[in-house]
């Protein structure tokens, strides 16, 4: 009888507490890593990567922050592009990191023909991936670091 105790608590060979301790840890594990890849998934613009809905992915030439200042001459969801005095026009791509206007501002605040300064990465293809956009003029535009 004692034999037939012993085998009702065993599982293929394997003890039932062990088992059920190693799947749970094994369903914790696999949460954390989702969790891990989701965090990281979102910090991506960071590192001067960015991919939205569109999967635009953008990288960087160099971490050379460069500043462009312009004309507004058209507003979407993840850009604007900006015309420059000497009526080149140049992508500006928005991430989630991006510091839009003062504080809480978002793109609707921004309209067509406004005045703006971004900064940010610049890649090969001459997009910029956008640190900051501000109006032209904004008393609490950031200095330039050197």
């Known amino acids: ?40 998934k979102n910090k991506l613009g960071r590192f001067g990567i960015l991919k939205n809905d569109n999967d635009v992915c953008f990288v960087p030439v160099n971490k050379t922050t460069e500043t462009l200042t312009g004309e507004i001459v058209l507003i979407d969801k993840y850009k604007i592009v900006v015309k420059n005095a000497d009526g080149a026009e140049t992508k500006v791509l928005i991430s989630p990191e991006t510091n839009i206007g ?23 293809e001459g997009k910029i991936l956008a640190h900051s956009i501000r109006m032209e003029g904004d008393a609490s535009q950031p200095t330039q670091a050197k």
């Open 102 to 124: 003062k504080k809480n501002e978002t793109l609707d605040n921004f309209a067509v023909g406004n005045k703006v300064v971004a900064r940010g990465f610049r890649d090969a």
């Open 1 to 40: 009888m004692p034999n037939e105790e012993k085998g009702d608590c065993l599982v293929c060979g394997y003890n039932k507490k062990y088992l059920i301790a190693t799947i749970l840890m094994l369903i914790v594990a696999g949460a954390f890593f989702y969790a891990g890849a989701m965090y990281e």
